[in-house]
């Protein structure tokens, strides 16, 4: 019994500092993007996949500064022009949840040849082809954003990791990119046009309709998490 106890207390340890005190990934993202303002743009005027500009792994990867971005940034993939896979539905757009679990929610949804970058509540998901693919890989490798406790001036949120992978025109968030499925994002027909589904970790499914600009409100993400201050 009391090996038992002490292997899960172990396996405990080892997975609150993976969580919360490993080295995270080196900030890839282009400062230029996390400088930029991405309210100003009209996310209804989606860009050509025509092949004419960048491809996917032409562009350096995306992730979370810190816990959390403080204000809505520009598009990761603006440049990016390689046409989507077969297998893909074209999700790009800004969206907000109007029914089911998350209403209200909005995320950014980009998409170029097989990467796929979300931006909602503070947060960079990427995954996919990029410039850093040999040091950073294509799964996401990031955070969750929301800031469990506080040492000093630091804030510790938990590091996350999935892949994007397409699968009859669902795209599925895979932990680590060899776990279960926590994730699934995919299009169905709404009472106004397409609908864009997620279903999240949570056991929630949020139906969102297209938005063409971002509400006020969304422009500074709200700091998540019980933030816990220990000294």
Same mark, same amino acid.
């Given at each position: 019994?009391?090996? !038992?106890?002490?292997?899960?207390?172990?396996?405990?340890?080892?997975?609150?500092?993976?969580?919360?005190?490993?080295?995270?990934?080196?900030?890839? +993202?282009?400062?230029?993007?996390?400088?930029?303002?991405?309210?100003? !743009?009209?996310?209804?005027?989606?860009?050509?996949?025509?092949?004419?500009?960048?491809?996917?792994?032409?562009?350096?990867?995306?992730?979370?500064?810190?816990?959390?971005?403080?204000?809505?940034?520009?598009?990761?993939?603006?440049?990016?022009?390689?046409?989507?896979?077969?297998?893909?539905?074209?999700?790009?757009?800004?969206? !907000?949840?109007?029914?089911?679990?998350?209403?209200?929610?909005?995320?950014?949804?980009?998409?170029?040849? &097989?990467?796929?970058?979300?931006?909602?509540?503070?947060?960079?998901?990427?995954?996919?082809?990029?410039?850093?693919?040999?040091?950073?890989?294509?799964?996401?490798?990031? =955070?969750?954003?929301?800031?469990?406790? =506080?040492?000093?001036?630091?804030?510790?949120?938990?590091?996350? &990791?999935?892949?994007? +992978?397409?699968?009859?025109?669902?795209?599925?968030?895979?932990?680590?990119?060899?776990?279960?499925?926590?994730?699934?994002?995919?299009?169905?027909?709404?009472?106004?046009?397409?609908?864009?589904?997620?279903?999240?970790?949570?056991? &929630? =499914?949020?139906?969102?309709?297209?938005?063409? =600009?971002?509400?006020?409100?969304?422009?500074?993400?709200?700091?998540?998490?019980?933030?816990?201050?220990?000294?």
């Amino acid at each position: 019994m009391l090996s !038992i106890v002490g292997t899960l207390t172990t396996l405990f340890l080892f997975g609150f500092w993976l969580a919360f005190f490993s080295d995270r990934p080196p900030l890839m +993202t282009d400062p230029a993007v996390l400088a930029g303002d991405g309210s100003t !743009i009209n996310y209804c005027e989606l860009p050509k996949l025509d092949g004419t500009g960048k491809q996917a792994a032409d562009i350096p990867k995306g992730n979370t500064p810190g816990c959390g971005y403080d204000h809505f940034p520009l598009p990761i993939l603006a440049e990016c022009t390689e046409p989507l896979p077969e297998e893909a539905a074209d999700i790009r757009g800004l969206w !907000i949840g109007v029914k089911g679990g998350h209403v209200g929610h909005v995320e950014r949804v980009e998409q170029c040849g &097989s990467r796929v970058v979300i931006t909602a509540s503070g947060i960079i998901h990427d995954g996919g082809p990029n410039l850093n693919e040999d040091t950073i890989g294509l799964n996401s490798n990031d =955070t969750e954003g929301a800031v469990l406790f =506080t040492l000093g001036d630091k804030e510790y949120c938990a590091r996350t &990791s999935a892949s994007m +992978t397409w699968r009859n025109k669902v795209l599925e968030f895979n932990v680590f990119g060899w776990g279960p499925v926590v994730v699934k994002r995919y299009l169905t027909e709404g009472p106004n046009g397409d609908q864009l589904v997620w279903e999240y970790a949570d056991g &929630s =499914t949020t139906h969102m309709d297209r938005l063409c =600009t971002l509400p006020e409100d969304q422009k500074v993400p709200e700091k998540r998490g019980p933030r816990w201050k220990i000294f």
